[in-house]
Each structure stands twice: as C-alpha cells, then as structure tokens.
C-alpha cells in the first residue's frame, strides 16, 4: 500500500498544476493553440488518478472525479456557459421526429402488422402505447438486445408513422418552446472538441500494446503496476472459468464467481494485478486449467494498469458523447463529420469504418458502447445514415468473415447493423445502385463457404459446423433485407446492378443444384445416415429470398425476361451431363420418345434443385405479365429444350414415389427426412410445388404423348403398361401399384392444379382460401392450426385473416377446449380428395370426413373434382394430356386390369384417381362445350374415352362391367356420376351440332364464293371441310340413335340400371361407320 500512497502523492502534485475549477480549465484549454494536444495532456494526468483501483474500484468517487475534472470542463468549454443551463434550454427546444431507443436485451417491442413495411420494424413500449398501432393488429417480441425504435421514421410505417410524443408541431411543445439553434459560437466550439474526443476514443479502443500508451500520452513516469485481464468468449461455460480461475489463481469460489459474473456482464475482468511477471505467471495458468475443460484456452492478456485506464475511461468518454448529441441534431452531424473525416496522407481509413473493422476484436462491453455511439449519431440522421450504409458496405465481406470467425453472439456483432440499413427501401435503392450490394453480399456468402464445395463444385454438408453455418446464415439474411421492399420505380441503373446482383445469386444456386447427390442402397442397409440438415435449412432460408428474387424481376417485364435467359442458361449449364448421354426409345400405342438412359433407382439423384425451380417461378410470372409469347426473342427454340428443363424436377418426384413404394429403405431415416420436409409448408413453395409447376411447363410445350411416355419412362412404369410384366412376386407387384398410383396422382396435379397466380385465373387470395377450405375438410381446427399449414411470405404473413371469415365460421370454446373454425356449407363444393398439400394421412381423412358427411345427408358418396378455374393461355395447352392417346392407353390399361380376376396390379386407389382423371376430362370439355359452339371446341376427350379399345369396348363399357364388381361397392357412386357426366357432355355436343346444321349451307356457299383468296380461302376451306365432316357423323349417329330407340322402344323404357351402356355400343358403332366414309 505504500507504493499506492506514493503514487497518490505524485497525482495530486501533478493535478495540482492544472486550473482547479471548470471554468477555469475551459479558459485555459481555449488560449491553447492546439486543442486536442491540451485535452490528450489533461487526459494523460488525470485518467490512470481517477481510474487507478481496477480490481476494487469506488464506482461512485470514480464518476464524481470525472464529472468535475473533465465533462464538466468540456461541458463548459462547449457552450461558453454554465452547462447545466444551456441543456436545460436544449431539452426543451423541441420533440424529436425520430425515438432512436436502443434496446435492451430482453426488452419488450411492438411490430404493427398492419402498418409495418416489414416485420423489423418495430417500436418500444411508450412509442407503441401512445401511437394508433395499440388499436391494430399487432405482435409482440423480446429483443436481443442493440435493436433501435422506428418511431418517427416514415419509410418504415405505411400509416401513423410518429407517436403523440414524436409527432412534429406537437401542442404543448413547439409553441411555447419554439425551437432555438445553436449559436456559431457552440458549433465552432463542437468542431473543435468532437474529432478530438471521437479520435481518442477510437485510438484507445482499438490500442494494441500491451505495456505501452501512444506517446503523447505517455507524460508521466511509468509505475509497474499489471493486469492479468481475462476476456468473455461463448466456449467455456460458468462453471469452467469459475473452475480455472479457482485453480490458477487459489482463490475462493465466491471471488471466483464474482469475476466469471463481471467478465459474461462486460465481456473482461482484471483478476490479479501486480508485476508483470507475476500477472504473466496467472496468464499461464488460467489457459492451462481451462484447457483441461475445453479444447479452446480462455482470452487472458495482461496489460498495464494506466492503458486499462485510457480504455475504461474512454468507454465512457463515449457515453458522454451520446448524451450531448441526443440533445442537437447539429452536434449529430458535427460528430458524424469527424467520423468519416479521412486524415490525409494516412492510407487508414476515417474513423467509423477503423471502428468496425476492429470490432470483431472488442469485448462485449466497448462493443456495447460504441453501437450506442453509432445508433445515436448516425442512424438519427438519415443523410448520414446513408454514409455509414455506404462505409459499412465497403467492407462487408470483411466484417461478415470476421464475425463468422467470431464466437461472440450477433446481437453484439456491427454486422447486425445490417437491418437497420438495407430495410430501409430509399437506402436499399442507393446501396444496390451505387454500390452493387446484391452482389457484394452473394460474393460474400461464396467466399465463406468454399471449404463446403466438393470437386463438382457443388456444395456438401458433410460434417458441417453446426455454429459456422448458422453465423452464416445471418449472410442469407440480409440479402432477405436487401429485397425486403420491391422498387417502384426503376432506373436504367437500378435494373443493371439488380441484374448483375441476380447473375451473381445465381452462382449460389449452381452450387446448389444437383447438390449432394445421393445413389439407392441395394443389398446392405447404409451404415451412417448422412447429414442432411444443413441443406435443407439453408433451402428454409432460402425459400423467401427466392420469391422475392422472382417478384423483383417481375416488376418490369424487359428485366424479367433478361432474368429468365440468365436463368435458362445457368440451367443449362447444370445439364450437360444429361444432353450428351446416350439415349434409349420408349415405345407405347404407336408413339415413341427418344430420351436418355437414366433410372432413378439405379443412378444418382438430388433432391436440391433450385436454379430450375427459380426458372418455374420466372414462367409462371411471364405468364402472369403475358409474355410467354416474347421467350422466343431471348431464348430460341433450339436453345430452350423443355426435355431438359423438365427432366431434374420429373425425377426428384420419381425419388418421392420410390421412396413411398419402400424402394430407398435400405438410404436410412436421412432420405424419409429430406422428402418430408420437400413437402412440407416450410420448403414446399420453392421445392415440391415448382417442380409440379415444371412438369406443367412441359405438358404445355411438349407433345403431350411424348411427356407421358417420358412420366412412363422415368417412373420406370414403361413395361408395366406394355403388358410384358409378368411376376408372381408379391413384394414387386406391390412396388409397381404403388409407383402407379404416385404417377397418376402427379398426372393428377399436372392437369388439375391450377391455383398459382399465372398457371390458373386466380388471385392469391383465392389460393388462400382454397388452402383454408382443404385443412378444415379434415376437421374443424383452431386459428393458430391453420396458420401453421399455412406458408408463410417475407413478411411472416399467412393472408388468413383477409380470407377465413368469407369459407369458415368461427365457433367459441365451451368449458373448456379451445375456440375453432369450422367450414361453411357452400364452401364444401370446392373440395378436392386429391388436392396436392395433403399428406396420406390428410388426404384419408378428409376422404372419410366428407364421405360420411354426404352419408349423413342421404347424399351419394361420390366426391368428383371441383370445376378448376381456367389455365393461362401459357399453360391451356396442358389439358391435352386428358385425351391424348397414352393417357387413354393407361386408364383403359387400369380399368382392364381391374376386370381381369387374374390380374394384381391394380388396386382401389389406383381406380380411385383414374376416375379422377376421367372426371377432369369430361369437367373441362362441358365447360369448353358451355363456353364456345362445338366446332372451335378441339378439346374431344369424349370421343376419345368412346374408342373401342383393344378388348373391344370403350371406357363407358368398361366403367359399366367395373361397377358390377362386388369388391368395388364403396366406387359404384363414382362411377354413376362419370358415366352421367358422359351423357351430359354427350347432349352438349348434339345440341352444339343442332344449332350449327341450320347456318351451315349459308356458310359453305360464302366458301364457295371466296376461294379465290389463296392460302387464306384455303385455310379455310380445310377449316369448313373438316366442320362439316364432324356435322356428318354427329347426324349419323344422332339417326342412328332414334332409330335403335324406336325399334327397341320396349326395351329401352323398361331398362334403368344400365342408361349408358346401349348409348355407349350404338356411338361407337356410328363412329366407326363415320370414319369409314
């Protein structure tokens, strides 16, 4: 204690010489030439005095130390009067527009989900109490601590932007106090004290000597007293540093948790002071226990007392600055001048960014003070709010690598930051067209993860970092920030760098394409189930970006189509492999494709396809704008090979169905895992649904005979419907009824689910509802069930409270239980069984639910198709599956199969979605038939179903024979209405015909008349020629009818089990007799 009693003389000797009272000191600093020379003197005598006792400081005599011998002189230095004053007057000045709170960790905030841009706006709680968004709807959520209210910002509320406390020309505060500025005098003044005191700030703050201060500091005669300082990291728990410093330092537990208490609040902790050497020795020992714990050693340093002095004190230097500035808007933007201000001849950056780019290297108290710093000067004043934003985007990659390196948590990293700026839509646009941040923050995501890219290039997870992947997720992040706000209006320079931002994400999606390939396990079960997470979580974060990708590019149509080439040809890039393998034919009813030799139960398959999912999603939004008919101009014909396209999403539900049949069982819980989530709400929309949009894209542009021998051909079903398969193994038949039952119901999808904005005339809340209609046919659930089937947009909005009460009633809860929604009756119409987000389990629920619904009302039980709404013209050509040849073929082959006693494969199910299938043919040619007069109807899937096939009856026969089978009771209704719905598209066609045989002689005498107009008259001509043939049959058979029901009359009045039969052998017949003229 004597050494410290001599030093305390020394101090107050040396103290001595300086003027005793503020006033005094401020006159003094202000006949100094140089201001920040005196200040950096007065700090150099003061400072190690007053912040002398690390280890067992007096808190309070410290604060009333600095108070008087530096702030208030400062103080009084900066206004030229006394202080307190001056202050006062600036209080009350005026309300300020913007909050800027900083929140706490653990602190209650608001988010308007009415009036949010986005969900990260947010307000505290005063804000949010005295504002109108306390009446709207509204969520709740603890902070993580460093979050800033947005009370005041206008860009971040769509109403109500400003509380009753920040509202501008509020009564009560501007009149009476009018708003007085500072006065030359105080800024000059601020002009002079601010760089200095930002510059020692950030010099102590990122000062790396361990025994020495910079030289103008170093003005009194060096002691020897040391530090050993240990640092927070998120490696050791409580009870290992409480277990090192009890070893190292042999001290008792209750020291011990007292300092581990101080190092988790402030992030370090001086736990010994002395010599050097002594403190080196505890150095040494603290690393050497805690390594026995944990294979990372703990952070100690030691250093000397007067440097962790200048630090301490600098920290709170940097709380005095936040208090002055949160006073003027004018000492803002003085201090941020002095931030970015780049000394000459220096190569360091200014200030702010020599900051950031050391904070990776802070502990979790400095880091603290100096977000506060940054929250309360920059981000009140949005000029230069723009400045950081653009400062902070200049280093980007390097902070982003630093904090993935980092341990410490991102709620204290200046990487979350990065929401505070690129929310912001007006600072979004400025970063992406000057600074080209789309393509800064994929770079970045590319450059983290190199050591995940295999020799394809692609990327694999195997073994991943669970806390690496998850720091870079915050990457993900802000690219969801970036996009958060889709543009109004767009530059000729907005639409360029979004587009080299876009060319850029999609180097990303290339390495995720095809990634981690997986190979089917025959013989042995796979040993080691392969990680399998880390994809589809990054899919998850993916999943929004992507949509928000898609609609961006959807603002303007030139940039969408720019974006679709891009696309095709990153795609095509991922498919050179399949373009040049060999090929093999598939032959089928008179049709052949040539396509490559692949099988998904023998070769490698991935169910990662993003880049030709994201090519869906640009089709689907072509279609949305109408511009389908201008891809030829970007992509040629010859370029575009929907085959291709095609080919990756067909065999991901090929894995699906494989999977399903039991094929990949021996692949472990890894694969049932990844289908699942493929399916599921959280993945779906960029993963299941695109991919069935994809094989919609190819039914639409391909011959659709083709396309269903290429479904055939992939879902390895080709032989089973050429009738060469003949096995008695029971396992193997089983396997191939169910590959054909998830074929059929993908055929299913394919032509009936029309409900995406662009691939059917339907509005997004029109999707909604349907998706509502189909969870509350499996049971009544409550508000927060629905929600949770329901995907959620970037904005963690479901749309379901726009649209539950127009299809559900709500029913309150009894005694107990929970409130739920149930269905409205004339909602039931629109209920499909195979409506594509059920599960199995879903799908046979709401089967029996609806079925013994319609018992209960004495109704029948069928359960046909809803009437789907109408394709876009981009996608009508799909329906041509319905009454293409091979689609006929395999429900003729399914039905056969079905009659055949001998026959096993086939099952219910199987007939249940050919009924299906059958249904939507004949539903899309009555409301073709409703719609237009017969002949501009080309859709026949009547006359098609009514072809004999190879065993001499037609598909009505066929349905006749299928429901005198015993086993196929529970059908019977079913098939009624489809063989009713044959006979009314039937009628349809002879009235359309009626009405057309009274005009057609007027019609064929104008042919006559202007035959002389070459290939138009001739197009004609052919047009009328084959009108008239169509006439001729629907006469004869229309004859032939009343004739056979005169003969029989009898006959035909005491029949009623069969109606459709008789109809079906007598148009049958003059079908044939038709074709033979």
């Known amino acids: 204690m004597a050494d410290e009693e001599a030093g305390g003389a020394e101090r107050m000797e040396i103290s001595a010489e300086l003027p005793q009272t503020p006033q005094r000191l401020a006159c003094w600093w202000d006949q100094q030439v140089d201001f920040y020379t005196a200040f950096l003197h007065h700090l150099a005598q003061l400072v190690p005095e007053i912040y002398f006792a690390e280890m067992d400081p007096d808190l309070e005599k410290q604060e009333q130390s600095v108070q008087m011998s530096i702030f208030t002189p400062l103080e009084w230095y900066l206004f030229g009067e006394d202080p307190d004053i001056c202050l006062e007057k600036l209080k009350h000045s005026g309300a300020f527009q913007l909050c800027g709170k900083v929140f706490k960790s653990g602190e209650t905030t608001y988010s308007c989900r009415d009036c949010a841009i986005d969900p990260t706006c947010v307000l505290c709680m005063d804000c949010f109490q005295n504002s109108v968004h306390k009446n709207h709807r509204y969520k709740m959520h603890t902070s993580t601590g460093g979050g800033f209210c947005d009370c005041g910002d206008t860009e971040a509320w769509k109403t109500g932007p400003f509380c009753v406390n920040h509202e501008p020309g509020r009564a009560g505060t501007i009149k009476e106090n009018p708003r007085c500025p500072l006065n030359e005098e105080v800024i000059a003044q601020a002009r002079k004290i601010f760089p200095s005191v930002i510059k020692y700030v950030v010099e102590m703050t990122i000062w790396e000597e361990e025994k020495e201060l910079p030289p103008e500091l170093q003005i009194r005669e060096k002691n020897e007293r040391y530090y050993c300082v240990l ?44 010599a050097y050497a002594a403190c080196q020795e505890a150095k040494e020992d603290i690393k050497s226990h805690s390594e026995n714990v944990s294979q990372h050693p703990l952070h100690v340093e030691v250093l000397h007392s007067e440097i962790m002095a200048h630090q301490k004190f600098a920290l709170r230097l940097g709380s005095w600055m936040n208090k002055i500035m949160s006073y003027s808007s004018d000492f803002r933007q003085i201090f941020c001048q002095a931030c970015l201000r780049e000394e000459p001849d220096s190569e360091n950056p200014c200030l702010i960014s020599r900051l950031m780019l050391w904070d990776a290297k802070l502990y979790k108290g400095a880091r603290k003070i100096l977000h506060e710093l940054i929250f309360s000067s920059f981000f009140m004043e949005m000029e230069y709010k723009k400045l950081f934003a653009m400062e902070f985007v200049k280093y980007y990659k390097q902070l982003q690598k630093e904090y993935i390196s980092d341990d410490h948590d991102r709620s204290i990293s200046i990487t979350a930051l990065s929401v505070q700026m690129f929310t912001v839509p007006t600072l979004a646009r400025h970063l992406i067209e000057e600074q080209n941040v789309i393509s800064v923050i994929t770079e970045t995501l590319l450059e983290v993860l190199p050591e995940y890219l295999d020799r ?37 320079r907005l639409r360029m760098q979004f587009l080299e931002g876009f060319r850029s994400f999609l180097k990303i999606l290339t390495c995720m394409q095809g990634m981690e390939e997986i190979r089917r396990q025959v013989g042995q079960h796979i040993e080691v189930d392969p990680d399998w997470e880390a994809a589809i979580a990054i899919q998850m974060q993916l999943k929004n970006i992507l949509l928000m990708f898609q609609e961006w590019c959807a603002c303007d149509e030139e ?24 090929k093999t034919i598939v032959q089928l009813c008179g049709h052949s494709l040539e396509t490559k030799s692949y099988r998904v139960s023998e070769d490698l398959v991935s169910i990662h396809l993003p880049l030709s999912r994201t090519l869906a999603g640009l089709h689907v939004r072509l279609s949305r704008l109408g511009a389908v008919s201008r891809l030829h101009e970007f992509v040629s014909f010859e370029d575009f090979q929907v085959e291709v396209l095609v080919e990756y999403p067909l065999r991901c539900l090929v894995l699906v169905a494989q999977v399903v049949a039991e094929m990949w069982r021996r692949n472990g819980l890894s694969l049932i895992s990844q289908v699942f989530y493929y399916q599921d709400v959280k993945c779906r929309e960029e993963m299941y649904d695109k991919d069935i949009i994809m094989l919609q894209i190819g039914a639409s542009l391909m011959d659709p005979n083709k396309f269903l021998l290429l479904v055939l051909q992939r879902y390895e079903l080709a032989e089973a419907f050429n009738k060469t398969l003949s096995t008695k193994d029971q396992d193997l038949i089983k396997q191939y009824n169910t590959l054909i039952e998830e074929m059929l119901q993908v055929l299913i999808y394919i032509v009936g689910e029309r409900y995406v904005p662009g691939v059917g005339n339907v509005t997004k809340e029109e999707v909604t509802m349907r998706e509502i209609i189909h969870l509350l046919c499996i049971e009544p659930m409550p508000h927060s069930a629905i929600a949770k089937n329901l995907p959620e947009n970037e904005n963690n909005e479901t749309g379901l409270e726009n649209v539950i009460n127009k299809v559900a009633t709500f029913k309150k809860p009894g005694v107990s239980g929970h409130g739920v929604y149930e269905l409205r009756d004339e909602s039931l119409k629109d209920f499909n069984m195979y409506f594509y987000h059920y599960s199995k389990t879903q799908h046979s629920k709401a089967e029996h639910m609806q079925k013994k619904r319609r018992k209960q009302e004495n109704k029948d039980e069928a359960l046909p198709p809803p009437p789907p709404p109408e394709f876009c013209p981009a996608f009508s050509k799909v329906i041509n599956l319905l009454n293409c040849d091979v689609m006929m073929y395999i429900l003729r082959t399914v039905f056969e199969r079905a009659i055949d006693t001998d026959s096993n494969l086939w099952t219910e199910g199987m007939l249940q979605m050919a009924f299906h299938i059958l249904a939507l043919g004949l539903l899309e040619e009555k409301q073709q038939l409703q719609k237009a007069p017969e002949e501009e109807v080309t859709f026949d899937f009547y006359h098609k179903a009514s072809r004999l096939g190879s065993s001499t009856m037609n598909i009505q026969m066929l349905l006749e024979k299928l429901k005198g089978i015993p086993q196929l009771e529970g059908q019977k209704d079913m098939i009624t209405w489809i063989l009713q719905m044959f006979d009314t598209v039937k009628r349809l066609r002879e009235k359309s015909c009626l009405i057309v045989a009274t005009t057609s002689g007027s019609e064929s005498v104008k042919n006559d008349e202007i035959t002389h107009d070459k290939e138009k008259a001739e197009r004609k001509r052919k047009a009328e020629a084959a009108r008239l043939h169509r006439q001729k049959i629907m006469a004869q058979m229309s004859a032939l009818q009343k004739n056979f029901i005169e003969t029989h009359k009898l006959m035909y009045d005491n029949t009623t089990e069969m109606p459709g039969k008789e109809d079906s052998i007598m148009e049958e017949e003059s079908y044939l007799k038709s074709t033979k003229i």
């Open 231 to 274: 640092f927070n990291d998120e490696h050791h728990s409580y009870d290992h540093v409480i277990y090192s410093l009890q070893r190292a330092l042999d001290c008792e537990l209750a020291e011990a948790q007292l300092h581990t208490t101080a190092i988790d609040k402030e992030g370090r902790r001086a736990v010994k002071a002395g």
């Open 456 to 492: 394809n290039n692609k990327f694999n997870f195997q073994g991943y970092s669970q806390d690496k992947l998850g720091r870079v997720y915050a990457v993900i992040c802000d690219l969801k920030y970036i996009l958060i706000s889709k543009p109004t209006i767009w530059t000729e």
């Open 559 to 582: 940039l969408l189509l720019v974006a679709y080439k891009e696309c095709h040809k990153a795609v095509m890039r991922c498919s050179t492999s399949f373009i040049s393998s060999s």
